[in-house]
């Protein structure tokens, strides 16, 4: 029993020096590298008035030479409103909106270890500046000529169909005063044929 404790006592540091060994070696790689901590705006938030700013705060201290960060709006337009600015692990940036959409903030800064560390922030602007007009040269817009005028004109039109109305009728009544003339005619020969049978 009494050289049993003994063992114990002296392998009760070895263990400890293997679990603290065991628990720091995940931990090693997570302050290798610098990280995103936090952003305004917020990673996929909605916002209906503009930040002046875009802010990006970071785990560790920047490198402000080799720390990229872009801002691009719709249609990937860039939205940077001039150079960065850096104070210890934050970073900003002046925003220039444009047109209400999905705007994307990419970051790119190295690590103690040597593998740069890449990310983005994505958040969407409700409202913006409308639009531009579509150029006149893209879509023209053809200017009307007398001769394709000429067809639409109303005073063309009602004396066209006039004209023709006065024709049909003029033709029904050539036909009923022919067939009233046929019909006078054909009476009289009707009646003459009876009366030289008679006699």
Do not use: C
């Not at 960060?69 to 850096?86: H, K, L, M, Q």
């Not at 003029?170 to 006699?199: D, E, I, P, Y």
């Amino acid at each position: 029993m009494g050289g049993r404790v003994p063992r114990l006592v002296r392998a009760v540091p070895v263990l400890v020096g293997v679990a603290l060994g065991v628990a720091l070696l995940p931990a090693s790689p997570a302050f290798a590298h610098n990280s995103l901590t936090g952003s305004n705006p917020a990673d996929g938030a909605k916002v209906a008035t503009a930040p002046a700013a875009v802010e990006l705060r970071f785990l560790a201290k920047l490198d402000p030479d080799r720390t990229k960060v872009t801002v691009t709006g719709p249609d990937n337009i860039p939205a940077a409103g001039g150079e960065p600015t850096f104070s210890g692990s934050r970073v900003r940036v002046p925003f220039a909106p444009g047109a209400a959409g999905l705007y994307i903030v990419d970051y790119q800064l190295p690590s103690s270890d040597g593998h740069p560390v890449k990310g983005e922030v994505r958040f969407t602007l409700t409202t913006g500046t409308a639009a531009a007009p579509p150029s006149p040269s893209v879509t023209p817009t053809p200017s009307p000529t007398p001769s394709s005028a000429a067809p639409d004109s109303p005073s063309a039109t009602p004396v066209a169909a006039t004209g023709t109305d006065d024709a049909g009728r003029g033709w029904l009544w050539a036909a009923a005063g022919g067939l009233v003339l046929l019909a006078a005619l054909a009476g009289g020969l009707f009646l003459r044929r009876r009366r030289s049978a008679r006699t």
